[in-house]
């Protein structure tokens, strides 16, 4: 995956038994390749059910390398509007 890549989000709802299957495009802004942080970012396309940019990484805890031992943590940022 690659800042300015477009990948496609098949959300099912509801999340869990039969549910609608939908499809949504977003294009991926910033990729996250560092010691203390590994993760990505996207902002969604026209025709998306939300309008806004999402961020999903993994941050070391007081400045671990994610590469090596340590504490991690996970994290998700999320600004959207409806």
Same mark, same amino acid.
């Given at each position: 995956m690659l800042a300015g890549?477009?990948?496609?989000? @098949?959300?099912? %709802?509801?999340?869990i038994g039969i549910g609608?299957?939908?499809?949504?495009?977003? @294009?991926v802004t910033r990729i996250y390749d560092r010691p203390d942080r590994v993760g990505f970012a996207y902002e969604?396309?026209?025709?998306?059910?939300?309008s806004g940019?999402?961020?999903?990484y %993994?941050?070391?805890?007081? *400045?671990?390398?994610? @590469?090596?031992? *340590?504490?991690?943590?996970a994290a998700r940022y999320l600004t959207t509007r409806p």
């Open positions: 890549d477009v990948i496609v989000q @098949r959300p099912v %709802f509801p999340p609608l299957c939908l499809q949504f495009a977003v @294009r969604t396309l026209a025709g998306h059910a939300e940019l999402s961020e999903f %993994f941050a070391g805890s007081g *400045g671990a390398d994610l @590469r090596g031992a *340590g504490g991690q943590t």
